[in-house]
């Protein structure tokens, strides 16, 4: 939170108007010398949530005092130019004749401790929106040397499928991952391995928009995930430094350092983090099937672990300047460098009908380097008080290579080297893969103010993208490399989209608004595997209707319309194996889904509880088997289920049970339906499913904060499969010093070791070739809990003029 300005605070406070009053909060505010403070701004936020609720300056003597419209528990902020901000509370008031006189309230000076950070602390974690919800993600000690990935992991909501590389909300497939508002125009597996690699100190928000409306790009049948990016636009000069070291199963470390100046028509923002992580993750299980190639009935029990080593380096720059009162223009740059090394070790046990045990031994050794730029200009254009105009253009590239060798081993029940019966076991492979992505978007965004009651948005985008993928599987044969013929040599790919869209909002009366709006899309993919384009021409509505009640009481009703769109590697064929009895490879008949939401809210303060009703068609599961036409070898691929129903109640509760600690807890429960026909026999399934969050935090003496969170994901489905439930807690302690001398922070993932997950494939309906399959996959905390401390200060100061806040501007939703 920015610095205010006294005239600014004077604004708001004269705009919210005269109302009823309940209790009286006063004081009197000094400085260091104990002379009073004149004109300091005090302002009153409610506990629960931070909304503004009124305020008042100080008098010349420094006294002050605020009166609350309503009972609660309340937070006060006093700030000044040249001093640090103070905070107390959370004071509570009960009654119209509570008085509660805080005392000399004493402000030191040029503290400089960065606001944002220091108002985070008191947010509360969770808050909704029309929209859907917001996750201050600085509010919690676990942000902190975590990386941009297990944030998202701990998310209310939210499940990550690791094994599969897929985000699911609310139990609905078909998720859209943004940047500040910009798609990642890549697969799930490349954004997961992006975020893997950004470290979580620089986010300053983000955005769970599960009820969008039409100016976002329609993809995402379950909503978007956006990640908001920390962009300092005060003035003067400010230096950031965060590191943090840890230890897992291997060495953890990271460290961002960030630059921010400020005048009064330019800003500029500079952001250098490295980031460390050697860790170990897996899966093992055992099954049985009657595969083709063996032409018998088979047993396996398997294992394959990763030790992996990923390091990566991420720039961010972005900037802006006044031309004049009405004209800004800008950018924004960020480039990621990524490195990761990979060793799996793969034991398979089999027992084949007929034929001697054999156990096989496969190690793969990959390097796989990531490089990805992102860039944007900007100008924002602001023709009166009632119309103004953002055009924003920008460019992303996205380059993978990821070469790969696997050694093999065979040996027989008593351990000895053999060779085994069957020829499709070879001595090894290898494997190269190379893409490219290349992308060009420009959007325009036009806002007019009719009147006091009607607004009105129009926008337009256009996008063009270009793919390739260069890459083949080589086997050895007594010594000799072979390219197998399954696997995939040059596939190119381009993409063309464009859009438009309307909004309105309306104003019906004091308490009733109404925001409407229709998009259009035609988008066109075309492969040159593929004998026939893609192409998609659909409009896209959206409406909310929202109710007050009375103040910080909300009814509000959403309903909008979503496709969830097959990304390149859904549909290429043929891409690569890691077994000689299976294809990993897309799906080139897959269908886009089409999603339609109604969603019921109750908004009073912090709290919400929500109905909702979501019907997809043609859902895209991922990573399901199947067969080839010739029914011989096993095709792990995408598919289309029928449909997917769900009923889904949703609740969150901010509980300030003690003046020292508050309880924020998430819930989601669904009855959810879904059919699929991809397998041998159609089959529906009607199952109930939940999920869980919840961040404890307790306020300690000597500025330290205690935080205690977690999340469970019930038992579910995907698919053919069926998961058990499973989820973690995590454990953090910080530490704030005075005299600007920066936090210390101590966090302990998955306290219980719990990140732990069964998997019955076939769970649900019986699979091709007769497979009965159990299987547990295990991430690194599962073996060892992961200990992290960072240390960060800021140095510098504030101004208290700000410039535009980028993120919350139209012109940063490129795409």
Same mark, same amino acid.
Request: hydrophobic fraction near 40%; glycine fraction near 6%.
């Given at each position: 939170?920015?610095?205010?300005?006294?005239?600014?605070?004077?604004?708001?406070?004269?705009?919210?108007?005269?109302?009823?009053?309940?209790?009286?909060?006063?004081?009197? %505010?000094?400085? =260091?010398?104990?002379?009073?403070?004149?004109?300091?701004?005090?302002?009153?936020?409610q506990a629960v949530d931070t909304t503004l609720v009124t305020g008042a300056i100080t008098d010349e003597d420094g006294n002050f005092s605020v009166r609350?419209?309503?009972?609660?528990?309340?937070?006060?902020?006093?700030?000044?130019?040249?001093?640090?901000?103070?905070?107390?509370?959370p004071i509570s008031v009960d009654s119209a004749s509570d008085s509660y006189n805080l005392g000399t309230l004493v402000l030191e000076?040029?503290?400089?401790?960065?606001?944002?950070?220091?108002?985070?602390?008191?947010?509360?974690?969770?808050?909704?929106?029309?929209?859907?919800?917001?996750?201050?993600?600085?509010?919690?000690?676990?942000?902190?040397?975590?990386?941009?990935?297990?944030?998202?992991?701990?998310? /209310?909501? %939210?499940?990550?499928?690791?094994?599969?590389?897929?985000?699911?909300?609310?139990?609905?497939s078909g998720v859209t991952v943004m940047f500040n508002g910009r798609r990642m125009p890549m697969s799930m597996e490349d954004v997961m391995a992006l975020l893997e690699s950004t470290l979580a100190d620089n986010i300053e928000k983000v955005e769970l928009i599960i009820s969008p409306t039409a100016k976002y790009d329609a993809d995402g049948g379950a909503g978007i995930i956006n990640i908001v990016f920390k962009n300092r636009v005060d003035t003067g000069d400010q230096l950031n430094f965060s590191g943090s070291l840890g230890y897992g199963y291997r060495e953890k470390a990271s460290t961002s350092l960030n630059y921010a100046h400020g005048t009064e028509k330019f800003r500029l923002n500079l952001g250098y983090s490295v980031f460390h992580d050697h860790g170990k993750n897996g899966f093992e299980g055992s099954g049985t099937s009657n595969s083709p190639i063996f032409d018998a009935f088979s047993y396996t029990e398997f294992s394959t672990y990763f030790d992996y080593n990923n390091n990566s380096h991420n720039i961010n720059l972005g900037s802006g300047y006044q031309l004049d009162s009405k004209t800004e223009i800008g950018g924004e740059l960020s480039l990621s460098l990524a490195k990761n090394h990979s060793t799996s070790d793969v034991n398979n046990r089999r027992t084949i009908e007929g034929q001697d045990f054999f156990r096989s031994h496969l190690v793969t050794s990959g390097t796989t380097q990531k490089n990805n730029l992102i860039s944007s200009l900007y100008v924002a254009r602001k023709f009166s008080e009632r119309s103004n105009i953002n055009v924003d253009v920008g460019y992303l590239t996205y380059k993978n290579? +990821?070469?790969?060798?696997?050694?093999?081993?065979?040996f027989d029940a008593n351990d000895e080297p053999i060779t085994p019966e069957n020829e499709v076991f070879t001595d090894g492979n290898r494997g190269t893969s190379e893409s490219t992505i290349r992308l060009g978007v420009a959007k325009a965004d036009y806002s007019l103010t009719i009147n006091e009651d009607l607004q009105t948005e129009f926008g337009a985008k256009g996008s063009y993208s270009t793919n390739t993928n260069d890459s083949k599987i080589e086997t050895n044969f007594d010594g %000799?490399?072979?390219?197998? /013929?399954?696997?995939?040599?040059?596939?190119?790919?381009?993409?063309?989209?464009?859009?438009?869209?309307?909004?309105?909002?309306?104003?019906?009366?004091?308490?009733?608004? =109404?925001?409407?709006?229709?998009? @259009?899309?035609?988008?066109?993919?075309?492969?040159?595997?593929?004998?026939?384009?893609?192409?998609?021409?659909?409009?896209?509505?959206?409406? +909310?209707?929202? @109710?007050?009640?009375?103040?910080?009481?909300?009814?509000?009703?959403?309903?909008?319309?979503?496709?969830?769109?097959?990304?390149?590697?859904?549909?290429?064929?043929?891409? @690569?194996?890691?077994?000689?009895?299976?294809i990993f490879t897309g799906n080139p008949l897959l269908k886009p889904?089409?999603?339609?939401?109604?969603?019921?809210?109750?908004?009073?303060?912090?709290?919400?509880v929500g109905l909702s009703y979501q019907k997809e068609i043609n859902p895209i599961i991922r990573y399901q088997l199947t067969s080839t036409p010739q029914n011989d070898i096993l095709v792990v691929s995408p598919q289309n289920a029928d449909y997917q129903k769900s009923l889904n109640l949703f609740f969150n509760l901010p509980l300030q049970w003690a003046s020292w600690a508050k309880l924020n807890l998430s819930t989601t429960s669904a009855i959810c339906d879904y059919h699929i026909s991809y397998n041998p026999e159609p089959k529906g399934k009607t199952y109930f499913y939940q999920s869980l969050n919840f961040t404890q935090t307790f306020q300690l003496p000597w500025e330290m904060d205690m935080e205690?969170?977690?999340?469970?994901?019930?038992?579910?489905?995907?698919?053919?499969?069926?998961?058990?439930?499973?989820?973690?807690?995590?454990?953090?302690?910080?530490?704030?010093?005075?005299?600007?001398?920066?936090?210390?922070?101590?966090?302990?993932?998955?306290?219980?070791?719990?990140?732990?997950?069964?998997?019955? =494939?076939?769970?649900?309906? /019986?699979? %091709?070739?007769? =497979?009965d399959t159990r299987s547990r996959y295990r991430d690194e905390s599962a073996f060892t809990r992961i200990f992290r401390i960072t240390y960060s200060r800021s140095f510098g100061g504030n101004g208290n003029k700000s410039s535009r806040n980028l993120e919350k501007e139209e012109f940063r939703r490129v795409d």
């Open positions: 939170m920015k610095k205010m300005t006294t005239a600014l605070s004077l604004t708001l406070f004269f705009g919210m108007g005269i109302s009823f009053c309940f209790g009286q909060i006063q004081g009197k %505010v000094v400085g =260091i010398d104990e002379a009073p403070v004149p004109f300091a701004n005090v302002v009153l936020y609350p419209a309503n009972a609660g528990n309340f937070l006060v902020r006093i700030s000044n130019l040249g001093y640090a901000d103070r905070y107390e509370g000076e040029e503290y400089n401790e960065l606001d944002e950070v220091v108002l985070a602390a008191k947010k509360n974690i969770i808050q909704r929106t029309p929209e859907g919800q917001v996750i201050n993600v600085q509010s919690s000690v676990m942000t902190k040397g975590s990386n941009a990935l297990q944030v998202l992991e701990r998310l /209310p909501g %939210v499940i990550l499928d690791r094994r599969n590389n897929q985000f699911a909300m609310n139990g609905q290579d +990821s070469p790969a060798i696997t050694q093999s081993a065979y %000799v490399w072979e390219v197998d /013929p399954r696997s995939q040599s040059v596939i190119e790919s381009e993409e063309k989209l464009w859009a438009a869209y309307t909004q309105f909002h309306v104003s019906l009366g004091e308490k009733s608004k =109404i925001n409407a709006g229709l998009r @259009y899309e035609d988008w066109k993919r075309t492969l040159t595997t593929a004998d026939d384009d893609f192409v998609i021409r659909q409009f896209f509505p959206s409406f +909310s209707y929202q @109710y007050a009640l009375a103040e910080n009481r909300n009814i509000n009703l959403n309903y909008h319309r979503r496709i969830s769109r097959p990304v390149y590697s859904d549909l290429v064929t043929s891409l @690569y194996y890691n077994d000689p009895t299976a889904s089409i999603t339609n939401t109604m969603q019921l809210e109750y908004v009073k303060n912090g709290f919400s205690f969170s977690g999340w469970y994901n019930f038992d579910h489905y995907n698919g053919t499969n069926f998961t058990e439930g499973f989820g973690m807690v995590n454990f953090g302690v910080s530490k704030q010093f005075t005299k600007n001398w920066g936090t210390l922070q101590f966090s302990v993932t998955d306290l219980f070791k719990s990140l732990d997950i069964d998997t019955h =494939i076939s769970g649900m309906a /019986p699979i %091709v070739f007769d =497979i």
